[in-house]
């Protein structure tokens, strides 16, 4: 009676090299990028809201529902009272809508935090702008 035997195969190697996934373990947190977002132009920002379809009715209506009730509206003021919903577009558009309407404090800048799709929690740091009059609807 004839028999089959199939051999399986191991690849030897130094115990020390294999690594094993604690599940519990986040691991090192990613290192974080630095971007200057003050090198930012008008032209930069309207390039990528008009790419990224980011929605500058929505916003605009946030800055002018912060603005009314506190008089003024800083973009963090205005993510802290409306989170970021399109996460980094969100920023992008706020940020273009400040350098047409809102008045810029020369030097200072605002560390600004959104939460992207993903779960995972961003901030960045951008130049200081305040939102004085309402921006004009769309």
Known sequence: FPLELDLSRVQMSSVAQPRLKDPTDPG???EAEV???TALSVEVLEDLVRVN???IVGLTGRVNDVRGSAG???IGDVLRSHPADQGLASI???MFLATQYAQEREGSTELVGWRELDGRDYAAKVP???F???VPAQ
């Open 28 to 30: 090192a947190p990613a």
């Open 35 to 37: 971007h200057d977002a």
């Open 53 to 55: 379809d980011i929605d």
């Open 72 to 74: 003024q509206a800083s």
């Open 92 to 94: 992008i558009g706020l």
């Open 128 to 130: 200081a702008y305040y």
């Open 132 to 134: 004085l009059d309402d």
